[in-house]
């Protein structure tokens, strides 16, 4: 009896601790610097992730720099706030593959922005493949 607990207990655990992240989470804190503020920007980006799976996004600024990244799950969205003010590079992990987006976006003093995560296997052009090295560089 004792030990259908402690494998009852045990599983427990494991469940519990296998759970995937939360949207917001600093999955690769331990492989990024510091993220960058500017508390008197007032400018953000909201990611929305339109996808079936869970992404991470990582911006950087215009010398591609590191500025921040999240997990975000799928079907959620995250807003980025304090935002340098800098043309912004998105570049995400969705699955095993590295993206960055073509686009580049401009923060200005006070601008919201909303980005839309979507693949679409007939349009290449939104996205382009990089490196796991590139996806990881401070």
């Not at 494998?7 to 759970?19: E, G």
């Not at 600024?61 to 912004?88: A, S």
């Not at 570049?91 to 003093?109: A, G, L, V």
Request: glycine share 2%.
């Amino acid at each position: 009896m004792k030990i259908h607990l402690f494998v009852a207990f045990y599983s427990f655990c494991l469940l519990l601790f296998s759970q995937r992240g939360s949207t917001g989470d600093k999955t690769f804190s331990f492989r990024f610097p510091e993220d960058k503020f500017n508390e008197i920007s007032n400018a953000s980006l909201e990611i929305i992730n339109e996808v079936d799976h869970d992404i991470i996004v990582v911006i950087r600024d215009q010398r591609k720099k590191y500025i921040r990244h999240v997990y975000i799950r799928n079907r959620e969205k995250y807003k980025f706030e304090q935002l340098p003010i800098t043309r912004i590079y998105v570049q995400f992990k969705s699955k095993e593959f590295y993206f960055e987006d073509y686009e580049r976006t401009t923060i200005n003093f006070g601008d919201q922005h909303i980005f839309n995560f979507y693949f679409d296997p007939r349009e290449k052009e939104n996205y382009f493949l990089i490196t796991e090295e590139e996806f990881f560089k401070p």
